[in-house]
C-alpha cells in the first residue's frame, strides 16, 4: 500500500495529474488533467510502476506483452525488460506496402498477449487496440491499466469478456493526494462532485459531421442529408448499362447520400442518362459523385473535366482526383467538391505513409477539396470516405481488401462509407442499402462514444 503511494506521489510531482480547468476533447470542462507520458522521464518511476503492473498480472495467463500506442508503449518494454517475458508493438500507422502488418514482433498463432494501457477513460482505443491484435490471431484475455478514469471503460470491456487490472481508480488517486496535502479540501470536494455527477458532452459535440470545419457548399450539402436521412452510405454504381444504373439509383436512393459513378464504363452513355438521374437524385435527396480520379496535369485534367463525351463538370456535384499532379492542377475542378484520393484500399497500393502526409498536404492546401478517400482517421477539416466496405466478404482476387462499416467507423473513424458490390451484387439492392445504411450510421454514431 505505503508503496503504490509513493509511486503516486513521485508520479505527482513528475506531473502525471494536473488540478485546474480543463476542456476534454468532447467539450466537457474537468477539474483535473491527467498524462502519464512524463513518467518515461523517470526510469526508476518507470520500473517501479512496471513491477506494480507485473505483480498485478502474477497470476495471468500471457506470453506477450503489448503497450497500447503510444503512452504505454515505454511501461510495456519496462515490463518486458523486468519480467522477460517479449514484447509485441502495435503499429499506430501501417506502412501501406507489403504485407500491412499492423503488429511486428515473433509471435505465433494463438498465443496469449496482455494488453497495457496508461488511462482508460470509454475503453474506445483499447477495443481497436484489441481489435488489431486479435485480427493478427492472438489471443487477448488480460489487459493491465495504470489509472481508470472511470468513465465505463472498464464495464465496456468487462461486458466483452475481458479481464480488467486497474492500479488506481481516480477516485483513489484523488482520495490519496488529499491525504498527502497534495490537494486541500475545496479542491476535492470540487472534483468529487465530477466523478459523481459527470456532466454530459455539450450536445453541439455530439455529432462529429456537424463538428467538422468543412467550409466547401458541397461538403455542407452532403453533411445536410447524412443528418437528415441519417445515413453515411455512398454506394457505387459500378454497372455497365443505363438500365441498370437507372433501377438501381431508383432502389438505393431513399439509403444514401451520395451515388458514385464510374461513368466512363456505361456501354450506352447519353445525356437522357444524366437527365434522369439528376431528376432520380432531386427527388431521393442524394448528390451525383463521379469517381473519375483525375491525375494528370492541370490542362489534361480541365480537359478531361470539361470536355470529352461526358462533360462532367456540366452535372457531377462531387468528382474524386489524384493529387499525384501537385496543389496547381486542382484548381480546374470549379464548382463542384473534389475528393482527394490520399489512401487506396488495393493490396500492395503505393499509398504508403510518406504518401498520404504529402497527398494531404496537397489536399488541404486546395480550397476545393472537401474531403478524401482513405483507410483511416487523416484530418480534421476533410471529410473522410473510406471504400473497400462490405459486410459478406474480405476481398475479391483483383487486390481489393474489404472492411465492415463497424470496422471501418469504429476503428478508422470514417465519415463516409462506400459500398459498391455489397449492394449491386445482391439479390435486392434496396434491402442490402437498408442494412449498410443502418450498419453504417451506427457504427458511426458508436465511434462518437
Ligand atoms: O482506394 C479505393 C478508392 C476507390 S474510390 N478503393 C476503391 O475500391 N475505390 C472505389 O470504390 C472503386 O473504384 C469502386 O468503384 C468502389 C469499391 O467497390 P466494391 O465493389 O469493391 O465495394
Same mark, same amino acid.
Given at each position: ?19 485546474? #480547468? ?9 477539474? +483535473? ?14 520500473? $517501479? ?59 505465433? %498463432?494463438? *498465443? ?5 494501457? %496508461? &488511462?482508460?477513460?470509454?475503453? *474506445? ?14 489471443? &487477448? ?24 487490472? $486497474? ?16 490537494? #486541500? ?35 455542407? =450539402? ?46 450506352? +452513355?447519353?445525356?437522357?442518362?444524366? %437527365? ?22 492541370? #490542362? ?30 486542382? @484548381? ?16 500492395? $497500393? ?34 473522410? +470516405? ?9 476481398? %475479391?482476387?483483383?487486390? *481489393?481488401?474489404? #472492411? ?5 467507423? @469504429? ?9 459498391? =458490390?455489397?449492394?449491386? *451484387? ?24
Amino acid at each position: 500500500m505505503q508503496q503504490r503511494e509513493d509511486f503516486l506521489l513521485k508520479a505527482y510531482e513528475l506531473g502525471i495529474i494536473k488540478f485546474g #480547468n480543463f476542456t476534454l476533447k468532447s467539450g466537457i470542462e474537468s477539474p +483535473f488533467y491527467v498524462d502519464l507520458r512524463p513518467l518515461s522521464s523517470s526510469p526508476q518511476l518507470l520500473k $517501479t510502476l512496471a513491477n506494480n503492473l507485473l505483480e498485478l498480472v502474477e497470476k495471468s495467463p500471457f506470453e506477450l506483452i503489448c503497450g497500447v500506442p503510444y503512452a504505454a508503449l515505454p511501461m510495456g518494454t519496462t515490463m518486458s525488460l523486468a519480467s522477460g517475458i517479449p514484447l509485441i508493438i502495435k503499429r499506430k500507422e501501417n506502412k501501406g506496402y507489403g504485407t500491412k502488418r499492423m503488429v511486428e514482433g515473433v509471435y505465433a %498463432d494463438g *498465443q496469449n498477449c496482455l494488453l497495457v494501457e %496508461d &488511462v482508460i477513460t470509454s475503453g *474506445q482505443s483499447l477495443l481497436e487496440t484489441i481489435d488489431e491484435i486479435e485480427r493478427e490471431g492472438l489471443k &487477448v484475455t488480460d489487459i493491465v491499466v495504470v489509472l481508470d478514469r472511470e468513465q465505463g471503460g472498464i464495464q465496456k470491456l468487462k461486458a466483452k469478456g475481458y479481464t480488467v487490472h $486497474t492500479l488506481f481508480t481516480i477516485n483513489e488517486a484523488v482520495d490519496i493526494l488529499h491525504k498527502y496535502h497534495r490537494l #486541500n479540501d475545496a479542491e476535492l470536494v470540487r472534483i468529487k462532485n465530477f466523478l459523481n455527477n459527470p456532466p454530459a458532452p455539450p450536445e453541439i459535440k455530439r455529432l462529429a459531421l456537424e463538428q467538422k470545419k468543412i467550409k466547401h457548399p458541397v461538403g455542407k =450539402r452532403l453533411i445536410e442529408i447524412a443528418l437528415k436521412k441519417q445515413s453515411n452510405l455512398i454506394a457505387s454504381a459500378d454497372v455497365i448499362t443505363s438500365a441498370e444504373l437507372l433501377k438501381l439509383a431508383e432502389e438505393v436512393g431513399p439509403h444514401i447520400v451520395a451515388l458514385k459513378l464510374h461513368m466512363d464504363i456505361i456501354q450506352d +452513355f447519353s445525356f437522357e442518362l444524366i %437527365d434522369a438521374l439528376k431528376k432520380i437524385a432531386r427527388e431521393k435527396e442524394f448528390l451525383l459523385f463521379e469517381d473519375r480520379k483525375f491525375g494528370d496535369i492541370g #490542362n489534361t485534367q480541365e480537359l478531361q473535366f470539361k470536355e470529352g463525351i461526358y462533360k462532367i463538370a456540366s452535372w457531377a456535384d462531387m468528382i474524386t482526383s489524384h493529387v499525384i499532379a501537385g496543389e496547381e492542377s486542382l @484548381k480546374v475542378f470549379e464548382n463542384v467538391g473534389v475528393v482527394a484520393i490520399v489512401e487506396m484500399s488495393s493490396k500492395g $497500393t503505393l499509398t504508403d505513409d510518406f504518401y498520404i502526409t504529402k497527398a494531404l498536404n496537397v489536399a488541404e492546401n486546395a480550397s476545393n477539396v472537401m474531403g478524401a478517400v482513405a483507410q483511416r482517421k487523416i484530418s480534421d477539416d476533410l471529410l473522410l +470516405f473510406t471504400p473497400g466496405v462490405n459486410i459478406s466478404s474480405a476481398g %475479391d482476387a483483383k487486390g *481489393q481488401q474489404y #472492411n465492415t462499416p463497424e470496422r471501418v467507423c @469504429k476503428n478508422y473513424h470514417t465519415d463516409f462509407i462506400i459500398v459498391g =458490390r455489397g449492394i449491386y *451484387q445482391s439479390a435486392d439492392a434496396a434491402e442490402s442499402a437498408k442494412e449498410y445504411q443502418t450498419k453504417g450510421w451506427n457504427a458511426y454514431l458508436e465511434s462518437l462514444g
